[in-house]
Structure formats: structure tokens, C-alpha cells
């Protein structure tokens, strides 16, 4: 994926927030994506228990994907699984 790629992406930079507002915000807009769509966050730690968090709570729904992995800076691509097709064949 390009910068440019990158940079058209919505992206939720999680340093910026309290703590406690981080995985609700997360999750709201996880709820929120239609198959297909992508949203990018942007962490100062490891995302590793937040990856949990959503294998467990939607398996095989979302599909994850570092961009960057640290030491400073973490960026993660969460892209929901599916295309947006409502035909019959089940995408």
C-alpha cells in the first residue's frame, strides 16, 4: 500500500485519545464498516490485545494488517472481510 494509499484511508490515531475512549471508539467504527471498507489506526504501543479483542469478539470478520511496527509508532490496517456484493453468491 502507497503512502497516498494510505493517507485516503480514515485513520483513528489513538495517541491523541484518553485512554479509556480508545477501544470504544475502535469498536464503534468497526460496527460501522461495510464489507470491503478499511480504517487505519495509529497506536504508540503494540495493538496486539486489541487484535484479540476483535478475533474474539467477531472471528474471521476482519482482517488485519501492520503497516508499521514500531519502535515508536504502530499502524494497523482493519479491514472488514467480504465485498459488498448482496447478490446470491454469499461475498
Known amino acids: 500500500m502507497t503512502t497516498k494509499e494510505l ?3 480514515p485513520t483513528i490515531d489513538v495517541r491523541t485519545l484518553p485512554p479509556y475512549e480508545r477501544h470504544p471508539r475502535i ?7 461495510k464489507p470491503g471498507q478499511s480504517f487505519a489506526i495509529v497506536s504508540d504501543h503494540e495493538p496486539r ?3 484479540y479483542q476483535i478475533q ?11 503497516v ?3 519502535p515508536h509508532i504502530w499502524r ?4 472488514r472481510a467480504g465485498s459488498d456484493c448482496e447478490c446470491c453468491c454469499g461475498s
Request: glycine fraction near 4%; aromatic fraction near 12%; charged fraction near 20%.
Open 7 to 9: 493517507a485516503e484511508i
Open 27 to 33: 469498536f464503534s467504527v468497526l460496527a460501522a464498516l
Open 49 to 51: 490485545p486489541l487484535q
Open 56 to 66: 474474539t469478539r467477531s472471528p474471521d470478520l476482519f482482517d488485519w494488517t501492520y
Open 68 to 70: 508499521e511496527r514500531g
Open 76 to 79: 494497523v490496517l482493519i479491514s
